[in-house]
C-alpha cells in the first residue's frame, strides 16, 4: 500500500539580482515516485542533483513550487501549519551530521525527548522511560540518557538520531545521506540496525545517498537523480543488474570495488567533465552534455520516463523503440 506519493514535484528557488528576478535554480524539476509502506526507495545522485531539495520538500519543510504530495492518502500540498502537524509526528528524518543535529548542552533525555514535549506525547517520568525504550531500541544502554553529545562516538550519535526520529512513532523516516559520514567500519552497523527497525516497527524509509553501493545495501526500489530529474527507476536488483539509463551505468562504474574505504570517496569520477549548473540546465536530455552515447536529438528533446522492462523505469532516447538512433542501440547493448 502507497504511503507518500509524490507526482511531478518541483522546486525552483529564485535568483534575484538588485532586488528583480533574474532566473531559477531548477533544483527539482517534476520527480515523480511512491514510496509503500513499510519498503525502501533509495534516491541516488551526485552532489547537487536535488536530493535533499526531495527531501525537505516531502517532508514539507520547504513549499514546492508545484506538483503533488500525498501521504497515507491526504494532500499535503492544501495544509498549513497547523493541520501539518499531526502529520509530522508520522514523518521524521535522520541528517547526515548527527552531531550537527544535536545541541551539545542538552542531555540526551532532553534531545531525544523533544519531539515527545513537541507533540505533548510525554512528559517528566514518562519522558525518561519512553526516552530509555528508545535508547535501547537503537543499541545503546538507557543509562546514556544522562549524557551530553560529546561523551559519544559519531556511530553512536547517529544512533541517538536515530532514536529521536523515533520518539514520535513515525511511519516514514527520510534519512538524508544518513551513513556518509560515520565511520566505514560502523556504516554496516547502523544500516543493519535501519533494516531491523524496519522489520520490528514496520517503517518506509526515503533513503537518500550518492553512495551507490549504501543505496543497493537497504532499498527495494531505487529512484536515480540527475540534476532535478529522475532519469532511472525500478526494483533495486534490475537498476543494479540492468541498468537503463547511461547516467546510472556511470555511477555504477564509478563504484570502484567492493572496498568501502575506497567507494565512499567524494572524489570519484562520475562522468567526464563536472554536472552542469541547475540554473541553466543543457536542452534535450540533461546529461547529454556528459553522455557517450548522446546523439542528435538528445541535444533538442527531453525524453520522458519511459517502461523498459515491467517495473523498470528510464529516461533516455536509447530506451526508446521509435527513435532511438541505430548508431546510439549500437553502442549502448
Ligand atoms: P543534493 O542533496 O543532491 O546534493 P540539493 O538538493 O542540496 O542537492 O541541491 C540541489 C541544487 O539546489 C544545488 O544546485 C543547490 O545549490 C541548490 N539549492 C539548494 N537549496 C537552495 C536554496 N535554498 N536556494 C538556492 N539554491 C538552492
Ligand atoms: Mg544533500
Given at each position: 500500500?502507497?504511503?507518500?506519493?509524490?507526482?511531478d514535484?518541483?522546486?525552483?528557488?529564485?535568483?534575484?539580482?538588485?532586488?528583480?528576478?533574474?532566473?531559477?535554480?531548477?533544483?527539482?524539476d517534476?520527480?515523480?515516485?511512491?514510496?509503500?509502506?513499510?519498503?525502501?526507495?533509495?534516491?541516488?545522485?551526485?552532489?547537487?542533483?536535488?536530493?535533499?531539495?526531495?527531501?525537505?520538500?516531502?517532508?514539507?519543510?520547504?513549499?514546492?513550487?508545484?506538483?503533488?504530495?500525498?501521504?497515507d492518502?491526504?494532500?499535503?500540498i492544501?495544509?498549513?501549519?497547523?493541520?501539518?502537524?499531526?502529520?509530522?509526528r508520522?514523518?521524521?528524518?535522520?541528517?547526515?551530521d548527527?552531531?550537527?543535529?544535536?545541541?551539545?548542552?542538552?542531555?540526551?533525555?532532553?534531545?531525544?525527548?523533544?519531539?515527545?514535549?513537541?507533540?505533548?506525547?510525554?512528559?517528566?517520568?514518562?519522558?525518561?522511560?519512553?526516552?530509555?525504550?528508545?535508547?535501547?531500541?537503537?543499541?545503546?544502554?538507557?543509562?546514556?540518557?544522562?549524557?551530553?553529545?560529546?561523551?559519544?562516538?559519531?556511530?553512536?550519535?547517529?544512533?541517538?538520531?536515530?532514536?529521536?526520529?523515533?520518539?514520535?512513532?513515525?511511519?516514514?523516516?527520510?534519512?538524508?545521506e544518513a551513513?556518509?559520514?560515520?565511520?566505514?567500519s560502523?556504516?554496516?552497523?547502523?544500516?543493519?540496525?535501519?533494516?531491523?527497525?524496519?522489520r520490528?516497527?514496520?517503517?518506509?524509509?526515503?533513503?537518500?545517498?550518492?553512495?551507490?553501493?549504501?543505496?543497493?545495501?537497504?532499498?527495494d526500489?531505487?529512484?536515480?537523480?540527475?540534476?532535478?530529474?529522475?532519469?532511472e527507476?525500478?526494483?533495486?536488483?534490475?537498476?543494479?543488474?540492468?541498468?537503463?539509463?547511461?547516467?546510472?551505468?556511470?555511477?555504477?562504474?564509478?563504484?570502484?570495488?567492493?572496498?568501502?574505504?575506497?567507494?565512499?570517496?567524494?572524489?570519484?569520477?562520475?562522468?567526464?567533465?563536472?554536472?552542469?549548473?541547475?540554473?541553466?540546465?543543457p536542452p534535450?536530455?540533461?546529461?547529454?552534455?556528459?553522455?557517450?552515447?548522446?546523439?542528435?536529438?538528445?541535444r533538442?528533446?527531453?525524453?520522458?520516463?519511459?517502461?523498459?522492462?515491467?517495473?523498470?523505469?528510464?529516461?533516455?532516447?536509447?530506451?526508446?523503440?521509435?527513435?532511438?538512433?541505430?548508431?546510439?542501440?549500437?553502442?549502448?547493448?
Open positions: 500500500m502507497t504511503l507518500l506519493e509524490v507526482r514535484l518541483t522546486k525552483h528557488f529564485p535568483i534575484t539580482k538588485w532586488g528583480r528576478n533574474v532566473g531559477a535554480v531548477r533544483a527539482v517534476g520527480v515523480s515516485f511512491t514510496v509503500p509502506r513499510g519498503r525502501t526507495v533509495g534516491l541516488v545522485g551526485e552532489s547537487g542533483s536535488g536530493k535533499s531539495t526531495t527531501a525537505r520538500l516531502v517532508l514539507r519543510l520547504l513549499r514546492p513550487t508545484s506538483g503533488g504530495l500525498r501521504f492518502g491526504t494532500d499535503l492544501a495544509k498549513g501549519p497547523r493541520e501539518l502537524k499531526p502529520l509530522r508520522r514523518m521524521q528524518i535522520v541528517f547526515q548527527p552531531f550537527a543535529a544535536l545541541n551539545p548542552r542538552m542531555r540526551i533525555v532532553d534531545a531525544v525527548g523533544e519531539p515527545l514535549e513537541v507533540h505533548g506525547l510525554a512528559t517528566g517520568r514518562r519522558k525518561r522511560n519512553r526516552v530509555g525504550e528508545l535508547l535501547e531500541h537503537v543499541g545503546l544502554p538507557p543509562g546514556d540518557m544522562d549524557k551530553y553529545p560529546h561523551q559519544f562516538s559519531g556511530g553512536q550519535a547517529q544512533r541517538i538520531g536515530i532514536a529521536r526520529a523515533l520518539a514520535t512513532g513515525p511511519d516514514l523516516i527520510v534519512c538524508d551513513v556518509s559520514a560515520v565511520d566505514v560502523v556504516q554496516a552497523q547502523v544500516l543493519n540496525l535501519l533494516k531491523r527497525l524496519q520490528e516497527l514496520g517503517l518506509a524509509y526515503l533513503f537518500i545517498a550518492h553512495d551507490l553501493n549504501v543505496v543497493r545495501y537497504v532499498s526500489e531505487i529512484c536515480v537523480m540527475y540534476l532535478g530529474e529522475i532519469v527507476r525500478g526494483e533495486a536488483e534490475t537498476v543494479f543488474s540492468a541498468p537503463a539509463h547511461p547516467y546510472t551505468e556511470a555511477l555504477l562504474a564509478a563504484v570502484p570495488s567492493p572496498d568501502p574505504a575506497k567507494a565512499r570517496s567524494h572524489a570519484r569520477v562520475i562522468a567526464p567533465g563536472d554536472p552542469p549548473s541547475p540554473r541553466r540546465p534535450g536530455c540533461r546529461f547529454h552534455t556528459r553522455c557517450p552515447h548522446a546523439f542528435d536529438r538528445c533538442t528533446e527531453r525524453p520522458v520516463l519511459q517502461e523498459v522492462s515491467p517495473g523498470h523505469h528510464a529516461a533516455c532516447h536509447l530506451r526508446d523503440p521509435l527513435g532511438g538512433s541505430p548508431r546510439g542501440r549500437e553502442e549502448a547493448s
